[in-house]
Nanobody, 124 residues
Framework: QVQLVESGGGSVQAGGSLRLSCRYTGFTNRPYCLAWFRQAPGEKREGVAAIYKTGYDDTYYLDSVKGRFTISQDNAKNTLYLQMNSLKPEDSAMYYC????????????????WGQGTQVTVSS
């Protein structure tokens, strides 16, 4: 049974950092695409960062997080990470990890499997 479990959310002040983790289990092989998504109240869910199982682990980022967020994954631990630095109040949202992504553009990416989410709140 596929399962994705996020952790690492919390409350920080603007300029602070958080690292989100997502342990994924139940897959026969590492999913070709793993990604982080977020949804703020009243807003559409958007893709934030994605990592593809290529020879180079290609990564893609939402423009608004480029240079501040880093997606990575650990094969041995079946865990996906999102390092978030220089956080801004507008980064506040529920963050979800997803596996087996669908879509051509990071902002409108979706996924076949989802975690339950972890809340990130950034205060000014």
């Amino acid at each position: 049974q596929v399962q994705l479990v996020e952790s690492g959310g919390g409350s920080v002040q603007a300029g602070g950092s958080l690292r989100l983790s997502c342990r994924y289990t139940g897959f026969t092989n590492r999913p070709y695409c793993l990604a982080w998504f977020r949804q703020a109240p009243g807003e559409k869910r958007e893709g934030v960062a994605a990592i593809y199982k290529t020879g180079y682990d290609d990564t893609y980022y939402l423009d608004s997080v480029k240079g501040r967020f880093t997606i990575s994954q650990d094969n041995a631990k079946n865990t996906l990470y999102l390092q978030m630095n220089s956080l801004k109040p507008e980064d506040s949202a529920m963050y979800y990890c997803g596996a087996e992504c669908e879509g051509d553009f990071i902002a409108t990416l979706t996924a076949r499997y989802w975690g339950q989410g972890t809340q990130v709140t950034v205060s000014s």
